[in-house]
């Protein structure tokens, strides 16, 4: 690639006219004229980039010292906290029988966060509760499989139950605080992460 430059102050070129992947064409040649670029050659004209060169002010401003790409510019990778990650991407962690557990406050936000999930309060503590309808008892059994591999991974196991007609019935708690910690509701999101579109009754048609 041949350049022909004329200016006054360094420019900094599209990405893409520096990548031999994202533009193969040979014999390009860009022409530097009057602060403006002009790409010829490969058969056909890039177009005009409406390059310039910077005015005083902007010179004063140092504003080529902020801008991305600069070779000065500091560049960080921000690893986001676990509060900013889905409750899906969470992994569950021990916890300690000593740890109290969640109140209905903190219990009632967290349910915003995972879908088709409902609280009860029953005597023994808070627990989540889902229900599936689904097509047949067989769509059932699958269901329950389905959730047992996704409790498996996340070592964290709901109460399951295939009752009738067709119905499943998983509720979470944590036993051993003797109501709901985060645990459930990371393990109540990865469930709402299964496929179950092949299993529910299919929705009739009518002409």
Not at 17 to 43: C, E
Not at 184 to 205: G, H, M, Q, Y
Request: proline content about 7%.
């Amino acid at each position: 690639m041949a350049l022909i430059a004329h200016l006054s102050s360094p420019l900094l070129l599209p990405r893409y006219l520096h990548n031999p992947y994202l533009n193969p064409k040979p014999n390009l040649t860009l022409a530097f004229r009057n602060s403006r670029i002009r790409a010829v050659g490969g058969g056909d004209m890039l177009g005009d980039f409406g390059a310039r060169d910077p005015f005083p002010a902007e010179v004063e401003s140092r504003f080529a010292e902020k801008v991305l790409g600069n070779v000065d510019t500091e560049h960080k990778i921000l690893i986001p906290s676990i509060s900013t990650l889905a409750l899906s991407q969470q992994e569950c962690a021990p916890l300690s029988p000593f740890q109290p557990p969640m109140s209905t406050d903190e219990a009632q936000k967290l349910l915003k966060k995972v879908v088709g999930w409902r609280l009860l309060d029953e005597e023994g503590g808070l627990k989540l509760q889902c229900l599936w309808k689904l097509r047949d008892f067989k769509c059932g059994v699958e269901l329950i499989n389905r959730i047992y591999e996704v409790a498996e991974a996340a070592g964290h196991y709901p109460n399951l139950h295939l009752e009738q007609p067709n119905q499943v019935r998983a509720e979470l708690w944590t036993a051993s605080i003797g109501g709901l910690s985060i645990n459930d509701f990371i393990v109540a999101a990865k469930i709402d992460e299964i496929k179950t579109s092949d299993l529910v009754p299919r929705k009739r048609i009518w002409a």
